[in-house]
């Protein structure tokens, strides 16, 4: 019988002996079939099966629920009684792999591109499967995310990865599955009005008050007729001269690509609605600080919202001090179609399911908080075909936790597998720790 | 012709100016006495005395006598004002009139750009560029009759004007607004010596902050009185010589904020100096701080424009605080008078000045007494400046100054029309010397002879023409000239539609509005169209009539309507008018009154003691007195205060061990060593983060320099006081900190154009260390041997650490640099008390343990520069099982309210128990702080600073319910959302009010919406959560806009 039984001691995975990042290596493919058994198995839509198994075959989840027979052959089974078992989380949008150190290291940095219009731009190029940072969110129960460029107006397009790869190609998920756009703000910047002052002031940012919102204005017409070009360049094969940034467009127009349209502001909310009803595109928004103030507007339009970092300050000096843990609330109650993020610079992200925690604390049940950072980041991106859930047919992106993980302290991830493939959670950190643990002979 | 008029004017420009004696005259000499009679005036001697029809003389540009039944000269210029008001033309004390402002050097300053670690002044001067006592505005003052008109108009005769530039700016001159050569309106050549907080135009690094400017403003007064004795390694330095000469002077000090008002004052009395201080508008924020001042203060009246906030997007962004300031700030000056603060009027701060009387008449409506508030323009200035024997009331004696007023000077409807300077004439509106308002018998001459009308003047475009109907006719008066037209025969309409009717059309008989569209329609009339000149009461001209037969005609005056008194029936509207409360903090979610020390009993909840009986469940804790009083089973609520503690959990407050909240600024990064420098200077008891760091069940923070540079500056522990004022936010009794900092950000690594400044590397790093301490050394022995050694204040903070009574909080994140650091302290025999971030301490912790210090790191950040590429979660986990003291501390104004759930991650990261967990947010910052004798664990006899939590107070779901600090509390979840509505309905009615100016006020009257910026003071060091209207500002950015 060659049947394989792994018992869960999370910490015999973690004190492998110490290696260097560079020989953590993605996992192989897994042919055959796998069990997770006697789990509490949160399905991502909702749903909770206590003392519930998952059955993959070949990558694929076949089966879900209790009472499933585990067979005497040649699986392998991984008992999860007293766990918890979730659809692997989905960071929706990050610099993940482009961005490597934030700060002080230019070179390490493949985010932001030079222009306005950079439709043709592709962040999936420059995608670092060997990124340190990436190892480490696994760690964090996040097995996908969604790569997206930075600067100009239009930054590019985003793709989804998931994290256990060789490369890019490897990597890829869903090869750009949306172009970015920044909206103009309609906010007067600050130190626009004054100049002078203590100490320093700000040199060159005095000089006569412009009217923000004109200014706003001004620069989305350019980005309509952007558009507008470009839909009519698109209308005809045989250009003599080839335009690369119109051409980009074209998902856009064939509704292969979202639009994701990054701002806080509800002017710059509303103006994203002319982009649907002028040139039909799917609309995302991603930031949405004051989404709460429009959210029937946004569900009214069909427009979902990828929710920036919810551990922010308050928007502004008067706001309920609880805004931002509150506002993914406001979204549910209007059925608008959203996901959680982590933007945080200084954690990387890896605090993913504690932004939903803390929308579970704020309104949210704790499943819906939990949709907010796996099916609803599936559909946003487009993938809730093959990932976002726990429901037969899907990819097997699977993790398994201590306990409930939008809480920080019960929420050890001891496994993951991606597309059935049990990845390892090791990493620099870990690597790290056990190196330290042995120095002073800690257990 | 062209050439004839040059010449004719020019000579009437050289008539105006005195012959100065040594200079030559250029033609016949034509010296005049300048004897003129003021007659039948009312007579505003000082603020107290009015003379009723009395009588002014003055002679040479002197007084020479006034009263009631005063002999006139023979030789006097008699002019008679009666209806006339005469008072002593206004002081303005804070100006810079006649000063050519000064320019930052081209380049200027660059926080990105090389350091400027020396003065650019050339010359025997001090090391600080911005300290320039030197400068002696008399030597820079040229007259500029423009601006000087500009002023006068308002009322001016008299300024103190100064250089506005720098940190002490040296002296102030008395002038005079005469348009006459310098040397004669000269009144005083050093009158003032001058202060800010601010750099102005120097382009050196240091010093880059308020707490900088204040630590130089210390140390120059400590240098300047050591340089008394001529030190010999000094050589000369004329600032420092400046510095002294100027003492004897009035001192005054541009603080231009409530709280810089405070702080400015704190300096003055370690010196035993009192400033006349330079307020900022909103000293009603916190009268009572300000009042302890006992400072004389120089208000300015540039009151805030209402907004357009008729967008509600736009009027979100815009916080209740500064609506309420904008309906509050006219409040000012009434309130400085009304706690007995005595004060003097500017027009510095406005943006047009021509607002000035507009905005005083503002700030009389609102309570300011118009006693007061002419004093604050004369007297007050007068004495201050020593001045009073020459300027600022009319006396016998006293420079002729004084303005001629068509009625009391404050009423809206008063014109200014005459302002003397030295006793001659500037005229400002001389068309309305004579009222033109008033019943007229006009006569007109025509071909069948006199007929007589009386004329009813309104005003200057207004008239009725009486006959046998009231007429209202084209008038024009513009002082000189004057137009009528009007047709004497009615109309056909049996009351004459007068005005603005039109011809045939409809609405019959209606009075027009206005009275200056013709007459209405009818009959053919005869039309008189006459013009004439105004020679004040009596008026005389040509015209025409509808027949085209000329005549002459004229007008006298029979009786005037005088300006009505002033103004109490506008001040009981005021008086009645709604206005926002005066909240502590003046935000949103200040309070109207502040909370009381309470005796509570939380009953039957789960205790986490932090001491040796662990976790208690089901038991009561007594507060009593700001401090616990018992904490055991069915305790007796003996008339606390009760509450039910019921499936919930009581905790220490949580202490943050690194915090950058509730200060005006962070970072002094003009040079490497600045121990000199205080947070505790400039507290800022209004962060809004105050209040919602104590949501997250933070009662103390420790507020540190940031990390620009190796040897920062002197550190506060505050308690959240929400609401307090700047010195009752500090935690009393504690020990003093100071930060230092290792690593990427002392070494300037993001500098843009290069560093330039010593260290470049860790290297360097470690011998900065080693450099202070060894002057430390020298520097205690030199002071003991000779104890008139040269005070320095920075290596004054070195020797407190070297005798421990300084304790160290190093910023740190790499074994190398640590280790370093560690050898220096050792050297020197000094302990690193705490190291901060210390990401990878987990590498070091058994040296870290050896040397004694504690440990206060971020639960799970790494990645975000390079020196934190080994930073690991298991960090705190690992230095806590070596027997480190662990805290783990925000460094975020927004990570802060959280961190109870941070705590929470150490249980994951690592396996530490939950409650040493949460031991690292409130015990072991208060060992690393030397304050666990008062706070940090829950103990009968330590302060009463508690966390109610909703449940276990580590987890995500965990919520504080109230936040307590001293027995008072300062956070309830409940109230909390009481507040959010009190806030809602003030900022509606506030939009309401600004929405009613702009649709009321004319074009002009509102400015665009200003966002209220929330500005976040950070160390430097990484990003933070912000929100949309947060503003981040690093080393020597600019709190001001």
């Not at chain 2, 015209?543 to 109490?568: F, Q």
Request: charged share 25%.
């Amino acid at each position: 019988m060659k049947r394989l039984f792994y018992t869960i001691s999370s910490l015999v995975l973690l004190c492998a002996s110490a290696q260097a990042q560079e020989s953590v290596y993605p996992a192989k493919e897994y042919k055959g079939k796998l069990y997770i058994t006697n789990g509490t198995v949160h399905v991502g839509n909702g749903t909770v099966l206590e003392n519930a198994t998952v059955e993959v075959n070949n990558g694929k989840i076949v089966k879900v629920g209790s009472g499933i027979a585990v067979p005497a052959d040649d699986v392998k089974v991984f008992d999860a009684k007293g766990k918890h078992v979730y659809p692997g989380l989905i960071l929706p949008n990050s610099d993940l792999g482009l961005t490597e150190i934030g700060s002080g290291v230019r070179a390490s940095n493949d985010n932001v591109e030079i222009g306005d219009f950079n439709t043709n731009v592709r962040s999936i190029t420059a995608y670092n499967a060997d990124s340190r940072v990436i190892n480490i969110l696994k760690g964090n129960g996040i097995l996908l995310s969604s790569v997206a460029p930075e600067g100009g107006i239009i930054s590019g397009s985003s793709s989804v990865v998931q994290l256990d790869a060789w490369n890019w190609e490897d990597a890829a998920y869903k090869m750009d599955a949306g172009i970015h756009l920044t909206m103009p703000s309609f906010i007067q910047r600050f130190g626009r009005r004054g100049g002078g002052g203590f100490p320093g002031g700000f040199p060159g940012l005095g000089g006569a008050p412009v009217d923000p919102a004109k200014q706003a204005l001004d620069r989305v017409e350019a980005i309509k007729n952007f558009f507008r070009e470009a839909k009519a360049y698109l209308q005809e094969s045989n250009h003599a001269n080839t335009n690369l940034k119109l051409e980009a467009a074209k998902g856009l127009f064939d509704k292969k690509q979202k639009l994701f349209v990054h701002g806080d502001q509800v002017k710059q909310m509303l103006i994203a609605v002319d982009f649907v009803k002028e040139f039909g595109f799917d609309v995302v928004i991603v930031g949405g600080s004051e989404s709460y103030q429009i959210a029937d507007l946004l569900k009214a339009n069909n427009i979902a919202v990828i929710l920036g970092e919810e551990h922010s300050l308050p928007a502004t000096e008067d706001d309920d001090i609880d805004q931002p843990f509150k506002t993914p609330a406001a979204l549910q109650k209007a059925g608008v179609l959203f996901a959680l993020n982590d933007n945080s610079a200084n954690t990387r992200y890896r605090n993913l399911s504690y932004n939903a925690g803390t929308a579970a604390t704020y309104g949210l049940t704790k499943e819906e908080a939990l949709s907010a950072i796996t099916l609803n980041a599936a559909k946003i991106l487009g993938v809730d075909d093959r990932t976002g859930s726990l429901e037969v047919g899907k990819d097997a992106n699977i993790i398994v936790s201590e306990g409930d993980i939008l809480d920080m302290k019960s929420s050890t991830i001891i496994m993951a597998f991606i597309q059935g493939r049990k990845v390892s959670l090791e990493n620099k950190q870990t690597q790290l720790y056990d190196r330290y643990k042995t120095k002073y002979g800690i257990k | 012709m062209r050439k004839l008029k040059l010449l004719f004017s020019g000579l009437l420009f050289a008539s105006l100016l005195q012959a100065q004696e040594s200079f030559p005259v250029n033609g016949v000499a034509d010296k005049r006495d300048g004897c003129y009679a003021f007659t039948n005036a009312t007579i505003v001697k000082d603020a107290q005395t009015t003379i009723a029809n009395a009588t002014l003389v003055i002679r040479d540009g002197k007084i020479l006598a006034l009263g009631a039944g005063v002999a006139i000269p023979k030789d006097a210029t008699v002019i008679d004002c009666k209806n006339k008001f005469i008072y002593p033309s206004f002081i303005d004390i804070y100006s810079d009139y006649g000063i050519t402002a000064p320019q930052r050097a081209q380049g200027g300053f660059n926080f990105g750009g090389p350091a400027q670690l020396t003065s650019n002044t050339k010359g025997a001067y001090g090391w600080n560029q911005a300290v320039h006592p030197e400068v002696d505005a008399v030597r820079q003052f040229v007259v500029d009759d423009s601006k000087a008109k500009g002023l006068r108009d308002l009322g001016f005769g008299t300024v103190l004007t100064h250089v506005k530039d720098g940190i002490a700016r040296g002296t102030g001159a008395v002038v005079s607004l005469a348009n006459e050569k310098e040397n004669l309106v000269i009144i005083k050549e050093k009158a003032s010596a001058h202060y800010s907080l601010s750099k102005g135009t120097s382009s050196q690094s240091y010093p880059g902050s308020i707490m900088g400017s204040i630590a130089l403003l210390r140390q120059t007064y400590m240098d300047a009185q050591w340089y008394k004795n001529k030190p010999a390694k000094e050589g000369v330095n004329l600032s420092l010589q400046a510095w002294n000469d100027n003492q004897g002077l009035p001192q005054f000090f541009d603080a231009d904020d409530k709280w810089n008002d405070v702080r400015a004052d704190r300096i003055g009395d370690e010196f035993g100096v009192q400033y006349i201080i330079k307020g900022g508008g909103n000293e009603y924020q916190r009268i009572k701080e300000i009042a302890a001042t006992k400072a004389t203060y120089v208000i300015g009246l540039n009151f805030p424009q209402a907004m357009d906030v008729e967008d509600p997007n736009d009027a979100r962004a815009v916080s209740l605080g500064d609506m309420k300031h904008w309906e509050l700030a006219p409040t000012n000056p009434a309130a400085l008078e009304k706690a007995n603060i005595p004060f003097c009027l500017t027009v510095s701060d406005l943006r047009d000045q021509k607002s000035f009387l507009t905005n005083l008449r503002k700030a009389i409506e609102m309570g300011l007494t118009e006693t007061k508030a002419l004093e604050a323009l004369t007297k007050t200035p007068a004495t201050l400046l020593g001045v009073y024997d020459k300027v600022g009331s009319l006396e016998t004696g006293k420079q002729a100054n004084f303005i001629i007023t068509s009625g009391p000077v404050f009423a809206a409807t008063t014109n200014i029309l005459h302002n003397w300077v030295a006793g001659e004439k500037y005229g400002i509106k001389e068309d309305a010397w004579s009222e033109v308002k008033g019943n007229y018998t006009l006569t007109i001459n025509t071909v069948a002879g006199p007929v007589k009308y009386a004329l009813d003047v309104k005003n200057a475009s207004t008239a009725n023409v009486i006959g046998k109907d009231t007429l209202t006719g084209k008038f024009t008066h513009d002082g000189k000239m004057v137009k009528l037209s009007f047709s004497p025969i009615a109309a056909r309409r049996p009351q004459a539609p007068v005005g603005g009717g039109t011809p045939g059309g409809p609405g019959a008989g209606g009075f027009g509005g206005g009275g200056r569209g013709g007459f209405g329609g009818g009959a053919a009339a005869t039309q008189y169209r006459l013009s004439g000149v105004s020679n004040g009461n009596y008026w005389s001209g040509t015209g025409e009539d509808t027949a085209g037969n000329k005549l002459t005609w004229s007008a006298k005056l029979d009786s005037v309507y005088l300006a009505a008194n002033t103004d109490s029936t506008q001040r009981r509207r005021a008086g009645n008018q709604r206005l926002a409360k005066v909240t502590y903090p003046f935000d949103g979610y200040g309070w109207e009154e502040a909370p009381k020390q309470e005796s509570i009993l939380i009953k039957n909840a789960t205790v986490w003691t932090n001491e040796k009986e662990g976790k208690l469940e089901n038991t009561d804790v007594l507060l009593k007195d700001g401090k616990i009083a018992k904490v055991g089973k069915g305790i007796s609520a003996d008339g606390a205060k009760v509450i039910d503690g019921t499936g919930k959990h009581v905790t220490a407050g949580i202490i943050d061990e690194h915090s950058h909240i509730a200060a005006a600024s962070i970072n002094e990064g003009g040079q490497s060593v600045t121990s000199e420098v205080r947070i505790a200077d400039n507290l800022n008891p209004e962060d809004i983060n105050i209040y919602r760091q104590l949501s997250g069940g933070v009662t103390s923070s420790h507020i540190l320099h940031g990390s620009a540079n190796t040897i920062g500056g002197q550190t506060q522990l505050i308690k959240l006081r929400w609401g307090a004022n700047d010195e009752d936010l500090k935690f009393k009794g504690s020990d003093g900190f100071i930060k230092f900092a290792l690593g990427e950000n002392v070494k300037r690594t993001t500098a843009t154009q290069g560093n330039n400044r010593f260290p470049d590397t860790r290297m360097g790093v470690a011998e900065v260390l080693n450099d202070a301490f060894a002057r430390a050394k020298d520097y205690e022995k030199a002071i003991k041997l000779d104890p008139k050694t040269r005070r320095d204040l920075e290596l004054d903070a070195l020797v407190e650490i070297l005798n421990k009574k300084r304790f160290i909080t190093c910023h740190s994140y790499v074994q190398s640099e640590i280790t370093a650091a560690l050898r220096v302290g050792d050297k020197y025999g000094f302990t690193f008390n705490t190291f901060t971030h210390i990401l990878e301490g987990y590498k070091v912790a058994d040296k870290m343990k050896a040397h004694g210090s504690s440990a206060s790191t971020f639960s799970d950040w790494f990645y975000y520069k390079v020196e934190v590429t080994d930073a690991i979660a298991y960090n705190a986990a690992i230095m806590q099982k070596v027997g480190l003291n662990v805290c783990i501390n925000s460094d975020d104004a927004e990570m802060a309210r959280r961190l109870n759930q941070e705590a929470g991650k150490i249980v994951r990261y690592g396996g530490v128990s939950e409650e040493e967990a949460l031991k690292m947010v409130t015990l072991n910052p208060a060992k690393a702080l030397h304050v666990d004798n008062k706070v940090g664990s829950i103990k009968v006899g330590k302060d009463a600073d508690v966390v109610v939590w909703s449940e276990n107070p580590l987890s995500i779901y965990a919520k504080s319910e109230k936040t307590i600090v001293d027995g008072i509390v300062y956070w309830d979840r409940e109230k909390d959302l009481e507040q959010r509505k009190k806030i809602q309905a003030e900022r509606f009615r506030l939009t309401q009010k600004m929405i009613g100016e702009k649709r009321t006020g004319g074009p002009g009257a509102v400015r665009p919406a200003e966002p209220s910026w929330q500005i976040l003071l950070s160390c430097g060091d990484h990003e933070h959560e912000d929100g949309l209207y947060t503003v981040e500002l690093h080393e020597g950015e600019s709190k001001d806009k």
